[in-house]
């Protein structure tokens, strides 16, 4: 079947304006999780979600960042009133459940100018 | 908190030869798992191998394999007969056997295939 995939898959913003990274996972799998790949800080953990709900979201970055997910399929990841420090590549990844081995999408590069 | 470093910012092997690659974690975690996983430049990150913390086997995929050291957490991977198609990045991650916190990664090492 298909893989993870991420749309779009490169995003040039001005600084303040909002973005919308969207992930769509693979069919029949329950769990759903975001990273943050920067060349500073390496690969970032940011949230997981389990169905439609999201347990922690003390790894988002700041509360400009919120994330939902729909029917336990679909997620958006937003960003409000980008910072440049914000550019990064965002990583979503799904697994059957939260006890076997995550999937990754290919990514999609936002940079904000 | 997990924690996972990788002490081999670039590595370089010729082909054909075998490479290991390092990564030891910290953890006060029982139930964990552990993988290596490749980044080519495409980003599309590719699971190369898995090891659930409770086997004291080493796990092994073809060319890929890992020697586990609980008690060191230690958690090399060797790559025999490398291919030009090995080159790329390797994380090395963990996570809690939950699965709720995601993945810890390590900084990664650049792996380089001389022909």
């Known amino acids: 079947g298909a893989g993870v995939s991420q749309s779009p898959s490169n995003k040039v913003t001005e600084k303040g304006k909002d973005v919308e990274l969207r992930c769509d996972p693979i069919s029949g799998h329950t769990a759903l999780y975001w990273y943050r790949q920067s060349l500073g800080q390496g690969l970032e953990f940011l949230i997981y979600?389990?169905?439609?709900?999201?347990?922690?979201k003390s790894g988002l970055p700041s509360d400009r960042f919120s994330a939902e997910r729909t029917g336990g399929s679909v997620s958006t990841l937003t960003i409000q009133r980008t910072q440049q420090e914000d550019s990064a590549v965002y990583l979503c990844?799904?697994?059957?459940?939260?006890?076997?081995?995550?999937?990754f999408g290919p990514g999609t590069r936002l940079t904000v100018l | 908190a997990q924690t996972v470093t990788q002490s081999q910012p670039e590595m370089s092997v010729q082909e054909a030869e075998t490479v290991t690659l390092s990564c030891t974690y910290d953890t006060s975690e029982s139930d964990y798992y552990l993988f290596w996983y490749k980044q080519p430049p495409s980003r599309q990150m590719i699971l190369v191998i898995r090891?659930?913390?409770?086997?004291?086997q080493n796990a092994t995929e073809n060319r890929f394999s890992v020697n586990f050291q609980k008690a060191a957490k230690s958690f090399s991977l060797k790559i025999s007969d490398s291919q030009l198609g090995d080159a790329a990045m390797y994380f090395c991650?963990?996570?809690?056997?939950?699965?709720?916190?995601?993945?810890?990664f390590g900084k990664g090492t650049h792996l380089i295939i001389q022909p």
């Open positions: 090891q659930e913390a409770y086997k004291q």
């Open positions: 990844a799904s697994s059957y459940d939260r006890y076997n081995e995550q999937f």
């Open positions: 979600f389990q169905g439609n709900s999201a347990p922690d």
């Open positions: 991650a963990f996570v809690a056997g939950g699965g709720a916190d995601g993945l810890t």
